[in-house]
């Protein structure tokens, strides 16, 4: 999976010379906590068609807007401009951390956790004018994430949970239940297996598509596989008779 499957594409954005009181409004209207910065870029194609691209420019958070208004109460008495009429462009970061459509989403996930992130601006890098400049694609957060992980793991269709045991990373309990499941026409909705702290595989979690798989169950007891339907299996139980 991609960083383009699960990137949020309809945004919502501001300019350099935005007010910060505009910024504000438009953080509160939508229930957002960021915003890409950015400003026009216009491109003429073949055709002669000209159109307008965003070039990325930074970030503006809520928590930016916060401090430049504590600032601004905290030397209220010089003569400067209230907080609500600075530009975005003095309070904004310039995000450098970036990623592109076509990163991986574990190599974005892993971005946002290492650098205490909660989103990264998507950009598309582009040779417009003889300069090369970053355009803005989209926006991924930690919520398109953990929805990308629901959907990955089947969560928004009917089904059940069944976990396969794995005994010291032995990955044949689990293709062995995977060829009985398609002889049996029980539909498999999505397969996950993810590995502990020492890097071994215990479980497999299987989304099955039906909430009544009776016959798998019988045939994963008599195949001696050991199994967990409609609760987790932890490790500690995935290790028994070892």
Known sequence: MIVRDIMMTKLVTVELDDTLAHAANLLRQYKFHHL??????????????????????????????????AVGEQYEDRAQLPWQEKRVVEAMHRAAIRVTPVA????????????????????EYRLINGETLAILDGLLTRSDLLIALARSMGASEPGMQLDIALPLGDIAPLARML????????????????????????????????????????????????????????????????
Do not use: W
């Not at 190599?107 to 290492?114: D, K, N, P, S």
């Open 104 to 123: 991986s989403v574990a190599a974005a996930a892993q971005l946002l956790v290492e650098r205490g992130l909660n989103c990264l601006p998507v950009v």
């Open 179 to 242: 060829l009985l499941a398609s002889s049996l026409h029980v539909q498999i909705r999505s397969v996950l297996a993810a590995p502990s702290s020492d890097g071994t595989l215990y479980v497999a979690t299987v989304r099955l598509g039906t909430i009544n798989p009776t016959t798998l169950l019988r045939r994963l007891q008599e195949e001696g596989i050991r199994y967990s339907f409609g609760r987790p299996l932890v490790e500690e139980e995935a290790l028994q008779d070892l």
């Open 36 to 69: 890409p910065v950015v400003r026009k870029v216009y491109q003429t194609n073949g055709q002669g068609v000209r159109s307008a691209l965003l070039v990325c420019e930074g970030m503006l958070s809520s928590q930016d807007i916060d401090l430049a208004a």
